[in-house]
């Protein structure tokens, strides 16, 4: 029994904050999810550089896409990596 009653949470309570937890953590896996298709479609914007697109506009899609996994604390894409 704990020395604070004043500080007990009933089960309510700790329902709530369960349910709340797993609630954000299938928002943090969505988004994990959303930054590794955006990812994903840079490639697939490089092969359309030239006749379609400029360097410019990929280079600035990889670097917003970079900013939002930054922003959920993903860490930064290897590129190049085997």
């Given at each position: 029994m704990s020395d604070h009653p004043e500080l007990a949470m009933s089960y309510e309570q700790i329902e709530r904050?369960?349910?709340?937890?797993k609630s954000q953590k299938n928002v943090f896996r969505k988004a994990i999810r959303a930054v590794g298709f955006l990812e994903g479609m840079s490639t697939w914007l490089w092969t359309k550089v030239g006749p379609d697109l400029a360097d410019e506009a990929v280079v600035?899609?990889?670097k917003r896409v970079a900013?939002?996994?930054a922003y959920i604390g993903l860490p930064p894409r290897e590129v190049d990596a085997e």
């Open positions: 904050i369960t349910n709340t937890t600035e899609f990889e900013d939002i996994a």
